[in-house]
Each structure stands twice: as structure tokens, then as C-alpha cells.
């Protein structure tokens, strides 16, 4: 029973961090239908900038929570700008493959500057290195951290884009953009902030994930981005908090079958779920079916 | 057109198709194609047959598939567990076959249930069923696991390439010109219209899937055939990746565009041997100045029909005037 418990706090942990990119994906997807494979390399670039943050400026954590949200926050906005923008009218695949080479190119230009290696993030003192034990269960600080600063983002996020001017344009965009765009909403304003908001979650899923493995490496976003992306269809792709229920889901379900079966089919076992929800209910736990017309 | 003439003119075809592989059969006797090219032009004609699959599906029938490594890998390992144990040409031509009809029937399981999905929801499904297969040779014993296979024997030269690229283009534009063939492009073109004019869309794609499958496992029969090793992550996401990138760079639709774009990134990519630090941020930049200055990919939906290119292209592959 305490195992059990201790599998889902840690499943929890690591569904945050799913979560947090699944967000990403699921907004941006939902206002241009566009699989953003750079995404999962934003989350890389997030882990990056916390990691010279907390070596070379010596930063704490928040500074370089906030400093890392802040530069993927421009680099997701730039990304959008300069690849996927000329490409608003073009086929999907098309955007679709920018979308991988933008993906590439962000993980062999990372791999050119900083080395393909391995690096460490500092070892963490203080506070955050405390760990609760209770009977055989350990809870770290790391952990409740992360779900912390994951229930303030997505509480955040949820305030942006129920309450304020900004985020009625994104969901109105990405109802219908041609509409929104009659109404006087500026749709390339709105796609631009709804990249940089994933972004900014994608940067702060990085450093998060930096703080709890240690260890980072330029293709670290690939797998993660993959599986976030199972969590948001999964959740129902578009849908806010179908990402979060997603990608807890999936961090949890991962946790499981490394804990009680084998660590080696914990990948297969998400891809299974994927395919098994792809094919009962194609719109995802939250989505509703959508009949084609012609 | 006068019966003689269309006689001559297939004939032709063959003589060219005979042609080519004679004289690269020759250079390769002469050595004048060394080792290294040879390795290139083994990589090309795989990747031919790659992308000419993969454009059946995605391209004529518009089924988006990001899982087309995962066929290709069950094509290579069946190939190399059969070589391994019988070292001959009848093991190798055995293991071939059964490659790819175990490609095909994973496939045709595969494309049952999933090809009811569209759009990207397809293409997530086809490259988690990739990587589950990717998985699965990673943790069985006969593949050896994340080690690999090694040591196979090589039975795949110049003649076996030729006629199995050959074999695949053929196939593929034959099917494409027959009434199932058309009845793919339908699909392609409006799916609701298609099934309104009494084309079971979903046998059309399956079958679309299946041949395609079949063709991939070829593909990776030569593969585990020619490169003496085989291990899982060779046969991950970024090989469908690569195979997509091929497709649609040459343009979807177009089968000469997906023969021309796999010796046009071969080329580049022995180009870019020289520089191994950049070589993927130069491809990866060149793939985002191609896809935002010319979307359609080099021949949109166009067959080559240039004198050009060698008679190979010219001649399977007779421009389809109007049509579509």
C-alpha cells in the first residue's frame, strides 16, 4: 500500500513535468493545427538556460525558473516568426516538416555550442534538498516543488486565458481564425502569444527536470516531447485541461509499469495507450466527437 | 498511338532499365566505383524504395504515416535472424521475402484499425506503433537487444538493389494506374466524395498500407543485407523522419520527384561528411529554407518527364497528363 502511494507521488512528479509541455502542444495545436516538434526542444533549451543560470551566474532556483521562461519565451516567439509564419497558408506537412527541421536544428546547433555530453546541474542545498519520510514513503522537497510551481503556472495560465482580452482572442482563434479574424482580433498576435506562452511552461518544465534527474543532454527533449504529445491527445488535443489530466495520467501510468512490471516497455506501454485511445475515442478523454461534413 | 510504336517504346524501357544497370554493374567490375560509393548508391537505392512506398501512402493516398522505419525494421531483422542462420543466397532471398510479407501483415493489422483515423491523428498512431516495434526488437533475446545484430553476412550487391528498386518503382506506378490505384487518389482527394461514388476508402487505404508496408520491409531486407549490422535505434523516429523528409521534398505525389530527392540527400549528405559537427544543423536549416520557399517540394505533384534525368525515370514513369 505505502508503495502504491509512493508510485503515484512519484508518477505525480513526473506527470507534472508532462503536463507542463503537454500545454504547449495542446494550445498551439489548437490554434493552428500544428504538431510543434520543437517544442520538446524548447523544454531542452529551458533545462539549458537553468543549468548556466545556476553555474556560471550562480543564480537560485526562481531567478533561474524565471530566467529560463523568460528566454523560451522569446525563443518560442522567434521560432514562430521566422519558420512557421511565412507557412500560414501552406500545406500542413509542410508546416510539418519545418516544424521537425526547426526541431533538428535547435538539437545539433545546442550539440555545436555546448557539447553533446552529459551535464550535471549543481547539487542542491538548503531547502529544497530536504526530504519528508513518512513509514517507508520519502516525499522530497524537489518533488513538492515541482507540483507547486506546476499548480501556480497552470493556475496562471487558466487566469490568462479565462479572464483577460488576450486569452478570449486564443480561444476564439482557435475556434474558428477566419471568424476571429473578422471580429478585429489580430490572429498573427495571437498565435504569437500563445507560443510564447507553451514556451515559457516548456522552459520551466526544463529547469524543473534539471532540478529533479540531474542530468541534462541536447537531445533530452525528444522522448518527453513525444510522450507530452501522447498526453494532449490523450487528454484531447486543444483542450487545456485535458494536457493537464494527460500528462498526469501518462506520468503516472510511466511510473507504474517501471515499478511493477518492466522499466524497458514503460515507453511501448504509453505508445499502447495512445494507439488504444486513438482508436476507441479519437477526441480524447475531454473532446467531443466532431462529425465531418461535407 | 500505333500498336507497333507503343511496343517499341516499352521496349525501350527495358532496354534503358538494362542499360543503367549494366553500365554500374561494369564500373563497379573496373573499380572505377569504389567501396565508399558503392555504400552510397546501396543507401540510395534503399532509400528509393523507402520513399516511393511511403509517397504511395502519404502521397497518391494521403494517408499521413510517420511510422514507416518501424516497417523497414521488421523487413531488416526478419532478414538478418534468417541470414544469420542459413549463410546462402536462397537464405538471403528467403529472408527478403519473408521480411517483407511480415512488414506487410503487421501492416495490413496495423492500417485496420488505425486507418479509420485522419490527419495527424494517423501519423501519431503509425509513429507510436513505430517506436512500440522499435521497443519490442529492443528487448527481445533473438535481435539481441540494444546490442544488435552483427555479423551479417552480406548478400546484397548492385544487381539485387537494381532489381528491387526497379521492382518497387514498377510495382507502385503500375498500381497507381490501374482502377485501385485511382481509387487511392480519390481517397486522397475528398474521402466523403470518394465513399459517395462507392469507393470503400478504408480497403483502398489498408491496401495503400499493406504495399507500402511490403515494399518497406524490402527496403530493410537490403539494408540488413548490405550494411553487416543492425541494431533498434538505427530504426527510430528520425529514420521515418528521414524517409517523410525524402517524400515530400521531392513532392508528394510525384514518384520520379521521390527517386530524384533520394540522390539529391544522399549527395548533400556526402557533401556534408566533411563537416560533422554541422551537418545536421545544415540539413536541418536547409530543410526549413525549402519547405518556406517552395512548400510543394521540387516537383509538386508533377512526374519528370525531362530528358535529363536518365532513362530510368523517364521511361517508368510517363508524366500522367491531367488526371487528378
Known sequence: MEQLIQQIINGISLGSIYALIALGYTMVYGIIKLINFAHGDIYMLGAYIGYFCMTTLKLGFLPSLIAAMLICTLIGMAVEKIAYKPLRNATRIAVLITAIGVSLFIEYGTMFFVGAGVRTYPEITGLLAKRFQFGSMVVSMQQIMIVATTIVLMTILQIIVRKTRIGKAMRAVSLDKDAAQLMGINVNTTISFTFALGSALAGAAGILVGVYYNSINPLMGVMPGLKAFVAAVLGGIGIIPGAMIGGYLIGIVEVFVSGYGSSMYREAVVFAILILILIVKPAGILGKNIREKV | ?324
Open chain 2, 1 to 324: 498511338m500505333v500498336k507497333g510504336l507503343k511496343e517499341l517504346l516499352s521496349l525501350r524501357k527495358w532496354f534503358l532499365l538494362l542499360f543503367t544497370f549494366v553500365i554500374v554493374q561494369f564500373l563497379v567490375q573496373i573499380n572505377v566505383i569504389n567501396d565508399y560509393l558503392q555504400a552510397t548508391i546501396a543507401t540510395i537505392c534503399i532509400n528509393i524504395i523507402l520513399a516511393v512506398s511511403l509517397n504511395l501512402i502519404t502521397g497518391f493516398t494521403g494517408q499521413f504515416s510517420l511510422g514507416h522505419a518501424g516497417f523497414m525494421s521488421i523487413g531488416a531483422y526478419t532478414c538478418a535472424i534468417i541470414l544469420l542462420r542459413v549463410p546462402s543466397t536462397g537464405g538471403f532471398l528467403a529472408g527478403l521475402l519473408s521480411g517483407a510479407v511480415l512488414a506487410a501483415l503487421v501492416g495490413f493489422l496495423v492500417g485496420l484499425p488505425t486507418l479509420r483515423l485522419r490527419g495527424d491523428y494517423l501519423a501519431i498512431a503509425t509513429l507510436g506503433m513505430s517506436e512500440i516495434i522499435r521497443i519490442i526488437f529492443l528487448n527481445l533475446e533473438i535481435t539481441n537487444g540494444a546490442a544488435g545484430l552483427s555479423g551479417i553476412p552480406r548478400f546484397t550487391n548492385w544487381f539485387y538493389l537494381f532489381v528491387f528498386m526497379a521492382g518497387t518503382i514498377l510495382l507502385i506506378s503500375n498500381f497507381l494506374r490501374s482502377s485501385h490505384g485511382r481509387a487511392c487518389i480519390s481517397v486522397r482527394e475528398d474521402e466523403i466524395a470518394a465513399e459517395a461514388m462507392g469507393i470503400n476508402a478504408t480497403r483502398y487505404k489498408v491496401t495503400a498500407f499493406t504495399i507500402g508496408a511490403f515494399c518497406a520491409g524490402i527496403a530493410g531486407a537490403l539494408y540488413a543485407g548490405y550494411f553487416y549490422f543492425l541494431k533498434p535505434s538505427t530504426f527510430g523516429f528520425l529514420k521515418s523522419i528521414d524517409i517523410l523528409v525524402i517524400v515530400v521534398l521531392g513532392g508528394m505525389g510525384s514518384l520520379s520527384g521521390s527517386v530524384l530527392a533520394a540522390i539529391l540527400l544522399a549527395l548533400i549528405s556526402t557533401f556534408l561528411q566533411d563537416f560533422p559537427d554541422l551537418r545536421m544543423v545544415l540539413y536541418s536549416l536547409m530543410l526549413i529554407i525549402i519547405m518556406i520557399f517552395r512548400p510543394q517540394g521540387l516537383m509538386g505533384s508533377k512526374e519528370l518527364s525531362l530528358k535529363m534525368l536518365t532513362g530510368l525515370g523517364r521511361n517508368l514513369l510517363p508524366s500522367r497528363k491531367g488526371g487528378e
